[in-house]
């Protein structure tokens, strides 16, 4: 089965650094793939989507490349701030609409 | 309000009990999805309504688990006879449809009923 692994462990960085979260992906190679920030209690928040044949998307801050030879998707939070301290999901389509999720690398942003 | 919202945020109960979870989605959004979230997991799929049919249930655990959707719009998680194992975050979702082979549309999260089971 599909399946999405993300680093289970916490990523401790100083403010003002670049973060960079790794999404891995096996077997099925998705179209396209999701970026999501979730605040505890909160509900996930869709941030970015890349489809197969773009490299790279920016959005401010934010970078997210899609390498399908390393089936890998690489997340990049330039000049991070206490305030991007949050859990992020990859996500990416299996075909039936619903979207299977990594489960998550938290960051935690130190002022 | 212009986002998903769901009801209750929070619900404590006894095993063995009935309980149902409600989801308002966005206007205009067709898709909706439901997902749960145990303590420091991902998210697990649930059930994917377009409309008001369901062309994929495969995340249901088990037939005590049930979900409607009425009118397009408003729909209702149904737990029958609830064990412990079910207590975790429900999460809806809603978006527009998808188009090509996988899901390219956002998906807009309410923050879940957080379900308890004594």
Known sequence: ?111 | GAGVSQSPSNKVTEKGKDVELRCDPISGHTALYWYRQSLGQGLEFLIYFQGNSAPDKSGLPSDRFSAERTGGSVSTLTIQRTQQEDSAVYLCASSLVSTGRDSNQPQHFGDGTRLSIL
């Open chain 1, 1 to 111: 089965s599909q399946k999405i692994e993300q680093n289970s462990e916490a990523l401790n960085i100083q403010e003002g650094k670049t973060a960079t979260l790794t999404c891995n992906y096996t077997n099925y190679s998705p179209a396209y793939l999701q970026w999501y920030r979730q605040d505890p209690g909160r509900g996930p928040v869709f941030l970015l989507l890349i489809r197969e044949n773009e490299k790279e998307k920016r959005k401010e801050r934010l970078k997210v490349t899609f390498d399908t030879t390393l089936k890998q998707s690489l997340f990049h939070i330039t000049a991070s701030q206490p305030a991007d301290s949050a859990t992020y999901l990859c996500a990416q389509g299996t075909g039936r609409r619903a979207l299977t999720f990594g489960s998550g690398t938290r960051l935690q942003v130190q002022p």
